[in-house]
Structures are given as structure tokens and as C-alpha cells.
């Protein structure tokens, strides 16, 4: 991958919260129109590195370049409306917004009735559960529909690129499924996606290129189906094989 | 067969419930201004038409105090100082420099909306109970400001206020004056809708819900804090002057103290925090209650205080928890009905 294609690098990022320092030096390149997947364990600083990009916390030192621009340091509103969002877990919705309140609240940087109309459409299209419970307060979904309105709200900002934080998280396998593969069809879309993952396996399958974060630096990465059949990534994140092939067959 | 999911009878909140365009909506305003025209007939004596204009001026604080505290999540104590801001100023424009009524009036709500931005400073950092006492000490400072400045009259007070005067004639009775608070109401509780369903009004829900996933969807969490302090403080302003010309004309920092603090907070609690039409009827609920209580002065703040904790326990959503409930009930039996019918 080179410099050229590439939507976001980062180069050396430190950070943390406090005094606790969580990112010892991380650097990665995401290419435009693709899907990488950050994997690690727990506590090994994936979610943290997302809020370093997304600018909810601020690193100290490094750099982040997204589009061309510098946007280490930057306020997240900022960085929003050049046009990389992250999207929060589906437990951080709102619950005592509607849906669509919700799905609009992601289109605050849009202005323009139509505009928003047409977001909430495109939502609609890849989630369409989302528009038959429209005016029900998010609180009643079930996980996965909070996910999904989660991801929505996210495209609702008309990103060039997605930083998703666990989209599998406390999920059902069958759901999951679902959700990576309206992902997939919102990446063929042209969208670029970075995202956070524990489900190593169905990540690596989805996407097409692959970070292993530990203890602060990337400590791995390649191409993913290389990863997939590294013995490295193999024994220390993947189980078995025959449903390496099953999930993919899904896909 | 109807989806109780998706069926459009579905239970609504008061805020899915104002959704369409505000023109198409304006229609039940204008009838609703038109019912309250003869309401100073209809009262018996002066003395309701005093509560009547009151009611008025405390609807107004009230809701606005529901933006910054309702909508938007910030605990704010101190919003009795931003009225007492907005009375003096109007005060003093009349009084000292000779403006009219219709030139103190936004010449107050500017001020105020200034000292707002200055009380919304320090909800950057605090939080919850932090913020609450930092705003009750800077409402204190105002209140123990008056009483210290002969200029504003100090713990004398403040007479010989203008009433308001409209083409030559004063306003100086209950009655007309009910006329110069009563269109301003309405328009205050009108705009206050209308914030609440655009953009503003989500960015301040996120807000309260969960600043750092509001910051996460673009919203500048600094600056629609700001905004929520500084809407808040227009209300307060507006409620300021309004009652500084109110008949007999007189202010005094007594009517600023802890005691209406809590009388104003009350009003929002009870009626359901970031409820609307709940906050209006707390309104005039407290307004009624503290002009009955005004001879048990002492005892104000301990029933007070109390109906606070008492509503916060067993009634956190207070009065516009039930409306809302009582909607959703509605909702579901027209869907029972329907299915019945259908059957």
C-alpha cells in the first residue's frame, strides 16, 4: 500500500488517558475504498486508538493525516465534518430519542431538509428495519437493531470513511452476519472502514486488510487472508478451521 | 391487522409528536392565543389577574429554564440571578436613561444572554452537583451585589418603575399588562417547541445523554452548551423586565433569594424535567401554591425542598411523565380497538 491511496495514516501515535499511557507508537495506513480490521485483546489499546483518530482524546504526540489533513489535536466535531465519524457501540444510542430522532442527530453537520431526508433514506435502504420502527424510542431495539442504528447514524454524516468500535459486539453469530455483510455492501458503496474487532475470524473475513495491536504498537499486519492463515494471528485470536470455511461461505 | 411497531396510532412522545412543519403547526398556536384573550374577564377580582400575569412571567422563566436544564442536561441552580439581571437591567434602562418599555425589554434579554454565556463557562469542566453549586454561587454573588449597590437601589429596593406604554396610554393595570406577558408566553413556549424538533434541540438531547457520543456525531459540545445557557438566559431575561414593570414597579433583591431558587426548580421538577407542557403546569402549580404560602414565608423552603426530594423519589418524571403515559395508553387502546374492529 502506498502513500498515495491512502485516506487516513497515522505515524507514532502516543497517547492515553490521564497519566496512563495506552498507545506506545501506533502507526497504520488505511487505503481509500478499503476495509481494515484492528484486532487485539483486551486492554491492548484498539478502542483507545479509535478515540485518538476520532478525536475524542487527544494524542500526545504523533501524528494522524486524514483527506490531506492534519487532524491530530483537531475537536471531534471538526474532524466529523471532514468527514471521518466514528460509530459508537450500539449501546450508546439514545434511548429516549426515537430512531429517527437518532438517525437525524448523525446528520447534524448536513444542513438542508432534503439533505437529510436523503440521509435518512440511504439509512432506511441498508437497514430497513430501522424504517418500520421509526418512531419507537431506541431504548425497546434489541442489540442488533441498536447496532445497526448505530451504523446509521454514523453514514447519516455523509462520511468518506467509518471508524466502527466492535459492530459485533454481545451479538448473536446470525445477527452478526447480518450486519457484516450490509458493512460489506456499504464498503462496495465506496466507504472506506476502519474497524475495532474481538471477532477476529469474521473480521479478518470481511475485511481486506488486517492490524493486530498489542500493548500499544501494532504488533502484526498484512493482507487478511494472509492473517487468517498466519500461525501467528492463528494461535493466539482463531479456533478452529471448518468454520473459518463455513463463515466464509456465508459471506 | 395492525403492527403495534408500526402502526402510525403508535405511542408518541411530546417530542415525536411535533414533527411536521412549524407553519403547519402555527394554526392550534393562533387558537390557543385567542382562547387566552378573555382569561382577564373571566377572573374574578384584581388579585387573580396579579396571579394571572404571574402565572405568565414564571411560564416563561420556566420553560426556559427546561432548555437548559430539560433539554440539554446542565444543572443549573442559579437561574432566579439571570431574572434578577434581566429586572434590574430593564430597570435601570427605564428609570436612569429614559428608554422605553419596548426598547428595556430586548435591551434586558441581550444582557442577560451575556451573563448566561457567563454562567455556562464553568459547565465546560463540571458536572451534575459541581455545576449546580457553581451556579448557585454565582447567583448569590448577583443577588449580594444588589443589596451592596445604592446605584441599583441595594437592600432598599428599587421604585418607581415604569409600567409599559402603548401609544401614549400606561399599562399600568393587571389587565392590560396581562396583554404585553400573555403574547410573549405563548411565543416563548412556541419557540421553545420548535427548538426542541430541529437540530438544535437534538444536539442538546445528545447532550444530555451523552456528551462524548454527541461530540462522536460532530456536535461542538462547548458551543451547544453555550447556546443552551444563553437561549435559557433570554427566557430569564425576558421574565426579568417583565416583572420589574409589572404593577407597582418595585424590585428588591429579597425576591431573588435561595428560596425562589428552589420555587423555580420546583416548577421544572415537578412538571417532568424537559417536558414542556409538564414544566407549564409546574408552573402554575408553584406560582399559585408560593402566592398562597408568601405569610408562611419561613416554612417556604423546608415544603418546598421537600416536594423536590418527595417528586425526584417516587415521581422522576413528574406531572409530564403522566401526560406522556397517558398518551402511550391511548395509543396502545386505539390499537386494541382497531384490532377489535378488525376481528
Request: hydrophobic share 50%; charged share 15%; with cysteine.
Amino acid at each position: 500500500m502506498t502513500t498515495a491511496d491512502a485516506i487516513l495514516t497515522s505515524a507514532d501515535v502516543v497517547g492515553g488517558y490521564g497519566t496512563v499511557q495506552i498507545l506506545n507508537g501506533v502507526t497504520l495506513k488505511v487505503a481509500r475504498g478499503q476495509i481494515v480490521a484492528l484486532l487485539g485483546g483486551n486492554g491492548t489499546g484498539k478502542s483507545t486508538m479509535l478515540k485518538a483518530l476520532s478525536g475524542l482524546i487527544k494524542p500526545w504526540s504523533g501524528s494522524i493525516v486524514f483527506d490531506g489533513e492534519r487532524i491530530d489535536g483537531m475537536r471531534p466535531d471538526r474532524i466529523v465534518r471532514l468527514g471521518l465519524v466514528q460509530v459508537t457501540q450500539g449501546k450508546e444510542a439514545y434511548p429516549a430519542m426515537t430512531v429517527e430522532e437518532n438517525l437525524l442527530l448523525g446528520a447534524h453537520v448536513i444542513t438542508g431538509r432534503a439533505a437529510r431526508a436523503r440521509g435518512l433514506e440511504r439509512a432506511y435502504t441498508y437497514f430497513p428495519i430501522l424504517k418500520e420502527r421509526r418512531r419507537q424510542l431506541s431504548g425497546t431495539l434489541s442489540g442488533g437493531q441498536l447496532q445497526m442504528l448505530c451504523i446509521g447514524r454514523g453514514l447519516m454524516s455523509e462520511p468518506k470513511m467509518m471508524l466502527l468500535d466492535e459492530p459485533s459486539a454481545a451479538l448473536a453469530p446470525q445477527v452478526v452476519l447480518d450486519i457484516f455483510r450490509t458493512i460489506f455492501r456499504i464498503c462496495r458503496d465506496g466507504m472506506t472502514l476502519l474497524m475495532v474487532e474481538q471477532n477476529v475470524r469474521m473480521a479478518l473475513l470481511l475485511a481486506e486488510y488486517g492490524y493486530v495491536i498489542k500493548d500499544g504498537v501494532i504488533h502484526l499486519e498484512g493482507p487478511a487472508e494472509k492473517m487468517i492463515s498466519d500461525d501467528a494471528v492463528r494461535l493466539s485470536y482463531l479456533g478452529g478451521t471448518v468454520a473459518d470455511r463455513d463463515a466464509k461461505m456465508a459471506l | 391487522m395492525t403492527d403495534p411497531m408500526t402502526d402510525e396510532t403508535a405511542p408518541v412522545t411530546e417530542g415525536a409528536m411535533m414533527r411536521a412543519t412549524p407553519v403547519r403547526h402555527l394554526a392550534p398556536w393562533l387558537v390557543g392565543l385567542a382562547v387566552m384573550v378573555p382569561l382577564p374577564w373571566v377572573a374574578f377580582n384584581d388579585y387573580q389577574r396579579y396571579l394571572l400575569d404571574l402565572i405568565l412571567i414564571n411560564v416563561i422563566l420556566a420553560v426556559g429554564l427546561n432548555i437548559v436544564k430539560g433539554f440539554a442536561g446542565q444543572v443549573t441552580v442559579g437561574h432566579v440571578a439571570l431574572m434578577a439581571i434581566g429586572a434590574y437591567t430593564s430597570a435601570v434602562l427605564t428609570t436612569k436613561f429614559g428608554a422605553p418599555f419596548w426598547f428595556a425589554l430586548p435591551g434586558a434579554m441581550l444582557m442577560t444572554a451575556v451573563a448566561g454565556a457567563i454562567v455556562g463557562i464553568p459547565s465546560f469542566r463540571l458536572e451534575g452537583a459541581y455545576l449546580a453549586l457553581a451556579t448557585l454561587g454565582l447567583a448569590e454573588s448577583v443577588r449580594i451585589f444588589i443589596s451592596a449597590t445604592d446605584y441599583l437601589g441595594a437592600s432598599v429596593g428599587y421604585s418607581d418603575i415604569p409600567p409599559p406604554s402603548l401609544f401614549g396610554m400606561p399599562l399600568n393595570s393587571f389587565r392590560s399588562y396581562y396583554f404585553v406577558v400573555m403574547p410573549l408566553a405563548v411565543a416563548g413556549v412556541y419557540f421553545s417547541f420548535c427548538m426542541l424538533r430541529s437540530n438544535i434541540g437534538r444536539a442538546f438531547k445528545a447532550l444530555r445523554e451523552d456528551p462524548l457520543a454527541a461530540a462522536a456525531s460532530g456536535i461542538n459540545v462547548r458551543k451547544y452548551k453555550s447556546l443552551a445557557f444563553i437561549v435559557s438566559a433570554l427566557y430569564a431575561g425576558c421574565a426579568g423586565s417583565l416583572a420589574a414593570h409589572m404593577s407597582p414597579g418595585f424590585l428588591h433583591p429579597n425576591s431573588y433569594t435561595l428560596v425562589e431558587m428552589v420555587t423555580v426548580l420546583l416548577m421544572v421538577v415537578l412538571g417532568g424535567i424537559g417536558h414542556v407542557w409538564g414544566g407549564i403546569i409546574g408552573a402554575i402549580i408553584v406560582t399559585i401554591i408560593y402566592d398562597l404560602t408568601r405569610e408562611y414565608y419561613q416554612y417556604q423552603l423546608l415544603i418546598f425542598g421537600l416536594v423536590i426530594v418527595l417528586t425526584v423519589m417516587f415521581m422522576p418524571t413528574g406531572i409530564g411523565g403522566i401526560i406522556d403515559r397517558y398518551l402511550v395508553n391511548r395509543g396502545f387502546a386505539a390499537i386494541r380497538k382497531a384490532r377489535k374492529d378488525a376481528a
